[in-house]
């Protein structure tokens, strides 16, 4: 036992790695484990590190890279040179690909990605094709984000689509002229409160179960005091991101049936950002996938079904799905 300590610690010492992108932006990429490698791409607003509590019991036989997209988490500091950040996230995740490969002499391994990170997946299908993937776990996401004449509820928020990416646009309007003004405590009150407000209203919405729905509205409680004095890292780049999701097309569908390595599709239940119904027909469209639905949970199924997303995660990485 004392001589298997050192590699035993080590199984669960977290590493900060940087990796170069195209434009000579260094990624933070948090990494964990030891053994055959995995990636996971986090969802919008999401730190890489949230996965941890389900990753760590499986670190001794995998090695776990967890990239920070741009703006957020450990990148919370990075910019986006352009106004299509789903590109820019492909570009950086190809460069994360080409780094574990050359590092682990591994040329394909399995990737986990949920929401926003999922898109980035089917974009990244498309540039890219899947010689890097073994196999992927695409975590209650739709390979689109606008509803289409021919799948009408298949967009972000189904038939409340119209209505919510209306509030984006008027929260985006009234933020433009203050864009450059990097300090969120220096942002008129109202901008402040209508920009909260809609992030939580978003996290209630991506949530089904009674107590996750009651642990959002306290931890997204603020009196007007903390309003004032908050920092908000974030605020810009995630009003940029909207802005994009209002205005660009994200329509990934052409290249779902040229997905040919096993993909399995985790699907809450009670997803009200994506249809249950819409992704099971996501399914029938790839060549070798299968559909898991948590009946009881919203599209953060790492909130509402914790247990359940890491029984569904250990079983990808160990290849039993």
């Known amino acids: 036992?004392?001589?298997?300590?050192?590699?035993?610690l080590s199984s669960y010492q977290l590493q900060t790695i940087t990796i170069s992108?195209?434009?000579?932006?260094?990624?933070?990429?948090?990494?964990?484990?030891?053994?055959e490698p995995v990636m996971l791409l986090h969802a919008f607003g999401m730190d890489a590190r949230q996965f941890l509590p389900f990753i760590l019991p499986l670190t001794q036989r995998y090695r776990f890279y967890l990239p920070h997209f741009r703006g957020f988490g450990m990148s919370s500091h990075l910019t986006l040179p352009r106004f299509d950040f789903i590109e820019q996230y492909v570009d950086d995740v190809e460069q994360v690909f080409r780094h574990v490969s050359k590092e682990t002499k591994c040329e394909a391994f399995?990737?986990?990605?949920?929401?926003?990170?999922?898109l980035v997946m089917w974009a990244y299908f498309q540039r890219f094709g899947t010689q890097h993937v073994s196999r992927y776990l695409n975590i209650d996401q739709a390979p689109m984000i606008h509803n289409q004449p021919d799948w009408q509820?298949?967009?972000?928020?189904?038939?409340?689509?119209?209505?919510?990416?209306?509030?984006?646009?008027?929260?985006?309007?009234?933020?433009?002229?203050?864009?450059?003004?990097d300090d969120f405590r220096h942002l008129p009150?109202?901008?402040?409160?209508?920009?909260l407000d809609i992030e939580r209203a978003f996290s209630l919405l991506s949530v089904s179960r009674k107590s996750s729905q009651l642990l959002v509205k306290t931890l997204s409680h603020r009196p007007p005091q903390k309003i004032s004095l908050m920092k908000h890292a974030t605020w810009q780049h995630k009003l940029r991101c909207l802005?994009?999701?209002v205005e660009l097309p994200y329509d990934y569908r052409s290249v779902v049936s040229t997905v040919s390595i096993p993909t399995t599709l985790l699907v809450g239940g009670r997803s009200q950002l994506y249809s249950a119904?819409?992704?099971?027909?996501?399914?029938?469209m790839l060549p070798s996938a299968n559909a898991?639905?948590?009946?009881?949970?919203g599209h953060a199924v790492q909130w509402d079904a914790p247990f359940l997303f890491y029984k569904v995660l250990k079983r990808f990485v160990e290849s039993s799905l």
């Open 243 to 245: 802005s994009a999701y």
């Open 277 to 284: 119904k819409c992704q099971q027909k996501i399914t029938q």
């Open 189 to 195: 009150y109202r901008l402040k409160t209508k920009l």
């Open 110 to 118: 399995p990737v986990a990605a949920i929401s926003m990170g999922a």
């Open 292 to 297: 898991i639905i948590l009946p009881n949970s």
């Open 153 to 181: 509820t298949g967009g972000v928020f189904g038939t409340r689509q119209t209505e919510i990416f209306a509030q984006f646009a008027d929260l985006i309007a009234n933020a433009e002229p203050y864009m450059q003004v």
């Open 1 to 8: 036992m004392k001589n298997n300590l050192p590699s035993l």
């Open 21 to 35: 992108m195209t434009d000579d932006t260094l990624l933070p990429v948090s990494v964990i484990g030891s053994g």
